[in-house]
């Protein structure tokens, strides 16, 4: 069953061969659960000062951030979940939405008197950061993404990979008597297949400053990327060369260095 749940982390994230640390996502110390709208979600926090909320991809943890955390945990509050029907997050519901996720992370951010929060996003989590800026603007002081889409379509996403995903749905769909870790692969497999929806009169909501990430040779299209800086108003590009859709762990040392200057530098709009 394992394979089912790596196969969505396989899709999304190919060039994630890094060596986790053990730690990230197991920390006892750094560690507790919260009460998050039905559901008990999992953090870790990591060091002090102004609050950065971390937010994985599809089938991902915590430990995806494995090169962010010891970077930006040297000055910055570093908060990390993992997000609903992932990792320790445990929902065995059937509905799951990228609008139920960043109410999530809204919510999180309320039990924890974080009132704003910078908020780094990758590929899903660029998506609810989007929405969370949408949604929740007061909770957002400012926004990178890296890897988001903002439709489930072949105007954003690489066309084998919607192949693949909807293959693999099919094939785990048909399945009889799945068990719960085969329901919740369906689950999340089916969220990327359908979702999101967020139209250009959605991204002109959002009020933060926004850096918008993409890899040269990502799996979401260098086009939707700059479709997404062009519809925000108060946006900055970054393509990142000879990268594909793991910009922050091919470019670690870059990616790191980048965004921590976007949340520390004065923001000028767009003319």
């Not at 998050?36 to 943890?61: A, D, Q, T, W």
């Not at 955390?69 to 990390?80: D, E, L």
């Not at 954003?156 to 919607?162: D, F, K």
């Not at 990430?213 to 900055?236: C, Q, R, S, W």
């Amino acid at each position: 069953m394992k394979r089912i749940v790596l196969s969505i982390i396989v899709l999304l994230l190919p060039l994630l061969t890094f060596a986790q640390d053990a730690t990230y996502g197991k920390n006892p110390t750094a560690g507790k659960y919260y009460d998050i709208r039905g559901f008990k979600m999992y953090c870790e926090v990591y060091g002090s000062g102004e609050p950065i909320l971390l937010i994985h991809g599809n089938g991902g943890s915590i430990d995806n951030f494995v090169k962010q955390i010891p970077f930006f945990s040297k000055k910055y509050k570093v908060i990390i979940a993992d997000s609903r029907a992932q990792g320790k997050s445990i929902d065995k519901k059937d509905s799951l939405s990228y609008d139920m996720m960043a109410d999530d992370f809204a919510e999180l951010l309320t039990k924890m008197n974080v009132p704003s929060a910078n908020v780094i996003g990758w590929s899903d989590g660029g998506i609810n950061g989007l929405l969370l800026a949408i949604r929740h603007p007061e909770k957002v002081r400012k926004l990178a993404i890296t890897g988001a889409n903002t439709a489930p379509d072949s105007t954003a996403v690489a066309p084998n990979l919607i192949t693949e995903m909807v293959t693999e749905f099919d094939k785990l769909n048909k399945k009889p008597n799945k068990t719960d870790a085969e329901k919740n692969s369906a689950k999340l497999l089916k969220l990327m297949i359908d979702q999101p929806h967020i139209k250009p009169s959605d991204l002109k909501k959002i009020k933060s400053p926004t850096l918008v990430i993409g890899g040269d040779h990502d799996l979401i299209k260098p086009t939707h990327t700059v479709y997404i800086f062009e519809n925000i108003p108060n946006a900055m590009l970054w393509i990142v060369p000879n990268s594909g859709h793991g910009t922050l762990i091919e470019h670690a040392d870059e990616f790191n260095k980048k965004v921590d200057d976007f949340f520390n530098m004065p923001q000028k709009s767009k003319e």
